[in-house]
């Protein structure tokens, strides 16, 4: 079973950073593909960040460059380090996984993923 928990967010003036973190705390096995995914209000979620088991990552271009993903294998822990951040990246953040072989894009649907933590608060003020 895969029990994914976010941490990290919080409130953040607009020039600043901050790191998310996601942890699993069931399962100590790799996942195929992890991702960030932010949701505004009244937006659809998006995907901000992947990273494929192998470290193939792809980002947001509206994030390229400011936002790096990562994760510590050893204690099975994803994070999403950002910096620059400014109000269009206040948002919901959540965590997701698929540790069955998929497209591990941003491009790829939320609907592809079947593990979800229950999400991080990001609000970032000008």
């Known amino acids: 079973q895969v029990h994914l928990v976010e941490s990290g967010g919080g409130s953040v003036q607009a020039g600043g950073s901050l790191r998310l973190s996601c942890a699993d705390t069931r399962s100590k096995y790799s996942h195929f593909c992890m991702a960030w995914f932010r949701q505004a209000p009244g937006k659809q979620r998006e995907g901000v960040a992947t990273l494929r088991a192998d470290g193939y990552s792809t980002y947001a271009d509206s994030v390229k460059g400011r936002f790096t993903i990562s994760r510590d294998n050893a204690d099975n822990t994803l994070y999403l380090q950002m910096t620059s951040l400014n109000s269009e990246d206040t948002g919901m953040y959540y965590c997701?996984?698929?540790?069955?072989?998929?497209?591990?894009?941003?491009?790829?649907?939320?609907?592809?993923?079947?593990?979800w933590g229950q999400g991080t608060q990001v609000t970032v003020s000008s």
């Open positions: 997701a996984a698929e540790t069955r072989a998929t497209l591990c894009v941003t491009q790829t649907g939320s609907g592809a993923f079947p593990y």
